[in-house]
């Protein structure tokens, strides 16, 4: 589907907004919403993007992880939390749901149709992930979700993950991560994601050594983003925590109810009525 002219201007400005944030005095910190109920409490919070986690969408619908979603249950949800919210929307879109670049193009056609403007594409494809994609292979995919992109009027955002530190041997992966980052961002990448790194030393030498903005993943136990902030990182997310930490609320309010007949915690937790009917927009009384 190709947009309007209207709408691929509006979705050219956002795409132009999301880049710069990567460029911006301090990192662009994204909290990763997995519907739109999530994508609106996340702008509400104020963030100036609303990214979106392939796990937590999964896990939404009732997946496991790992490319079990097609490509349209994806960008259906996606298409949800991009009418929800008035901020840049970029989608983890996994590994692009197809091997080869033409597979992307079609991705990255359907990601615009669903009003994002960025996305995530993994180098490690199928339900495993075990395995790293050719580095050329890899390069390919993205030049085509590049090329694609300006065909359609819309400088679509490509973060570009490397799975090194999760597939390569320790003393190989610092080596394969910034080669694969760099390659990627070559071929129009506008930032490499490079999760599972914890170590100081190792990410300051992933952002001395990868020439453009880096994307790393935080949690417990990894620096905070203060600490990212200083070491250059440009960009840091959290996945599918957030989601993963709702689910594990929502399993102690169903336990509590049902061994203890206790209500505490939707008393502690749960968010007004009326304040979700106004954040979603129902007309006062």
């Keep these: 589907m190709t947009p309007t002219t209207m709408t691929a201007t509006l979705l050219s400005e956002k795409a132009s907004a999301l880049r710069a944030l990567h460029h911006g005095e301090r990192p662009l910190v994204l909290a990763n919403a997995w519907d739109a109920a999530s994508a609106r409490l996340v702008e509400e919070a104020g963030y100036p993007a609303v990214?979106?986690?392939?796990?937590?969408?999964?896990?939404?619908?009732g997946h496991p992880d790992g490319e079990r979603v097609s490509r349209k249950e994806m960008l259906q949800v996606v298409r949800r939390i991009a009418a929800a919210v008035s901020v840049p929307v970029t989608a983890d879109l996994e590994a692009g749901y197809g091997p080869g670049p033409e597979a992307m193009a079609r991705t990255t056609r359907d990601l615009v149709a669903a009003g994002a403007v960025g996305l995530n594409l993994e180098d490690a494809r199928g339900r495993s992930r075990r395995k790293l994609l050719p580095t050329a292979a890899q390069v390919e995919r993205v030049r085509a979700v590049r090329e694609t992109s300006q065909a359609l009027g819309v400088p679509v955002v490509i973060n570009a993950r490397t799975d090194a530190f999760a597939l390569v041997e320790r003393a190989r992966a610092l080596t394969e991560a910034v080669a694969r980052g760099n390659a990627y961002l070559e071929a129009g990448a506008d930032c490499v994601f490079v999760p599972f790194v914890r170590d100081m030393e190792i990410i300051a030498e992933l952002v001395r050594q990868i020439r453009g903005p880096i994307n790393i993943?935080?949690?417990?136990?990894?620096?905070?983003?203060?600490?990212?902030?200083?070491?250059?990182?440009?960009?840091?997310?959290?996945?599918?925590?957030?989601?993963?930490?709702?689910?594990?609320?929502?399993?102690?309010?169903?336990?509590?109810?049902?061994?203890?007949?206790?209500?505490?915690?939707i008393q502690e937790w749960a968010l007004p009525y009326e304040e979700l009917q106004r954040l979603f927009g129902a007309a006062a009384p």
């Design 51 to 61: 990214a979106t986690t392939s796990a937590g969408i999964a896990y939404a619908l």
């Design 217 to 265: 993943l935080t949690g417990p136990g990894t620096p905070t983003v203060d600490e990212l902030a200083a070491l250059g990182v440009r960009r840091v997310s959290v996945g599918s925590a957030p989601m993963r930490a709702t689910l594990g609320l929502a399993r102690r309010i169903a336990r509590d109810l049902h061994e203890r007949g206790t209500c505490e915690l």
